[in-house]
């Protein structure tokens, strides 16, 4: 296998932040899509319909042909992808208004902060461990050079996911302040009580793994946790998956949490007086930051890359038998599929649990999350302590 | 490429060092609180930065986890409702130059005497380890987690306890504080 020089080192880093960014561009907007659908489905009505060019009307003929049919129609479930690019469009061309007691500089910044914060984190997310695919022989300047299934697997990744993903709170808590504006200004204040109070029961949940895995890189977790656990570390991984996402629902202002925004106490929260692509970046923050908590919750707690969650594939492995071997081996589309579940999971969520009162999510994270939490950090080290 | 990619890498740490200077120079001259509030924040994140470049990655992430992500949103939170709209409490924060250089001057010769120490005094040939035996077959560069709880929980285990209660104690401090007002 060839070393590759520096610069092509980098070249390669290059593509590895492209191909995670295509990714996450490719998943936000196929989420809004499906939260309108599914959202839709589960409140018992069809979704968005409405913008749906002539060319998909196939779906359009067979609604109709339902409707005379007198059955509900089901079929429609792509009606409205064309809605997306309205979207977008929308979102690119409005005009931007900047509000005239507003702080410029700050106001600026803050979509930048927290959209940035939601979209580093994936530096340290490791998607398959290895080599993800090397560049044939035929490649211009990369050939036969491999690339490896996260961009910087680096030894404390745990630590910079929770460091940046601390450094988001930035972006909501001055957008509130730049606005110069009472509700976004109350907005704000209540995302950073939420989100400073919400970390450490997530930082604790998180610790378990840590503790029972004895790393902090993210490969190495999610390796040791779905094939090298004992059948005892079951509890403590299903009873810290649970805590990880309440307190992720949290941390990304969704349903039943989302306090910053609650809109019949806040209007729309912090980002009231955004307009524009800068409130388009804070929804994308929104969704990228879903799809982050998504992919640490498979990593550490449904085994990442392999195919059973909660270390089951590491007592099953021994069983396999030899034609089955692919569902033994490490993933990249496993991995995929249960960010895409729980994307999902929060759709989910959010169509059937009623928004906390303010003083209830303080005291869920307070008087509930953080004991359990620790509970669930001693059972842990329990479990290392005898079993490992 | 080649050579221009490598000196920047091996200059990484004096970058990082002009760029945190340059934050805490905005926290500093800045006049509204928030904007010092982000220069500080920018500062910090460059420290990380010099952390990283000298391969000291666990201390870069706790900088970031712990001062970026904590210390400074709750500075920011309270800075937030300071309104320094009207002029007399403008000048509460104007008028204490006197004091202010003071203690600037203070500040300087004390890390003046700390930095002429260690740019130019002889450096121990060892750091030191109270408890050899726990750092055999530690590699440093690749377990910095590893080595920095070897240092805190056997080496200067006590000095650490201690740290620890006087945070406690100016924890509890700031609730009693807090408190009595109310009672």
């Given at each position: 296998m060839p070393i590759p020089t520096l610069t092509q080192s980098i070249v390669i880093t290059l593509i590895q932040c492209l191909l995670v960014v295509i990714f996450v561009f490719v998943v936000v907007p196929l989420t809004v899509f499906a939260e309108r659908k599914v959202l839709g489905y589960l409140q018992q009505r069809l979704g968005?319909?409405?913008?749906?060019s002539g060319h998909v009307g196939i779906t359009g003929w067979m609604n109709r042909g339902m409707w005379k049919w007198g059955r509900v129609p089901v079929?429609?479930?792509?009606?409205?992808?064309?809605g997306l690019v309205a979207d977008v469009l929308k979102l690119i061309l409005k005009e931007d208004i900047l509000p005239a007691k507003a702080d410029k500089f700050v106001f600026f910044i803050a979509p930048a902060l927290s959209m940035v914060a939601a979209v580093v984190?994936?530096?340290?997310?490791?998607?398959?461990?290895?080599?993800f695919f090397t560049f044939p022989k035929?490649?211009?300047?990369?050939?036969?050079l491999p690339v490896s299934g996260g961009i910087a697997d680096i030894n404390v990744g745990l630590l910079w996911i929770l460091g940046v993903a601390s450094v988001g709170v930035y972006g909501i808590v001055l957008a509130g302040w730049a606005s110069n504006s009472k509700y976004p200004l109350l907005g704000g204040l209540r995302s950073a009580a939420q989100m400073v109070s919400y970390e450490v029961p997530l930082a604790l949940s998180l610790l378990a793994p840590v503790v029972l895995s004895a790393s902090l890189n993210f490969g190495e977790m999610s390796a040791r946790m779905a094939?090298?656990?004992?059948?005892?570390a079951l509890i403590p991984q299903i009873l810290g998956f649970l805590l990880y996402l309440t307190c992720g629902f949290a941390e990304t202002n969704?349903?039943?949490?989302?306090?910053?925004?609650?809109e019949n106490e806040?209007?729309?929260?912090?980002?009231?007086?955004y307009s524009g692509m800068k409130f388009g970046f804070f929804y994308l923050a929104e969704y990228i930051n879903m799809t982050v908590v998504a992919a640490l919750a498979s990593g550490f707690f449904l085994g990442g890359p392999w195919?059973?969650?909660?270390?089951l594939q590491g007592l099953l492995n021994p069983h396999l038998p030899a034609f089955l071997s692919w569902f033994g081996e490490p993933h990249a589309i496993f991995f995929v599929v249960k960010i895409i579940f729980i994307l999902f999971t929060y759709i989910w969520v959010r169509g059937t649990i009623p928004r906390y009162r303010y003083d209830q999510v303080m005291s869920v994270a307070w008087k509930y999350l953080i004991p359990v939490a620790l509970v669930n950090l001693l059972l842990a080290a329990v479990v290392r302590c005898f079993a490992v | 490429m080649e050579h221009f990619i490598e000196t920047i890498g091996r200059n990484m740490f004096a970058i990082f060092g002009v760029m945190a200077l340059g934050g805490a120079a905005f926290m500093v001259g800045s006049r509204s609180a928030v904007h010092s509030v982000l220069g500080f924040l920018f500062a910090m994140l460059c420290v990380a930065g010099c952390f990283l470049s000298l391969e000291a990655e666990f201390l870069g992430m706790a900088q970031i986890l712990v001062y970026a992500g904590g210390i400074v949103v709750l500075f920011l939170f309270v800075v937030m409702l300071?309104?320094?709209?009207k002029k007399k409490e403008k000048a509460v924060f104007q008028l204490q130059s006197r004091h202010a250089i003071a203690v600037a001057l203070l500040g300087a010769a004390a890390f003046l005497g700390v930095f002429r120490k260690v740019l130019f005094g002889a450096a121990s040939p060892?750091?030191?380890?109270?408890?050899p035996e726990l750092a055999a077959g530690l590699d440093v560069a690749k377990q910095n987690a590893q080595a920095v709880s070897r240092g805190l929980y056997a080496d200067y285990l006590l000095p650490f306890e201690i740290l620890s209660v006087i945070l406690l104690v100016a924890l509890v401090g700031a609730v009693v504080l807090a408190k009595t007002e109310r009672v």
């Open positions: 968005s319909t409405r913008v749906a079929l429609s479930y792509w009606r409205g992808i064309p984190v994936f530096a340290a997310v490791s998607f398959v461990p290895g080599v035929w490649f211009p300047y990369l050939g036969g094939t090298g656990m004992p059948a005892l969704r349903l039943p949490f989302d306090m910053p925004e609650a806040l209007v729309a929260g912090f980002h009231t007086e195919l059973l969650p909660f270390g | 300071v309104e320094m709209s060892d750091a030191l380890v109270l408890r």
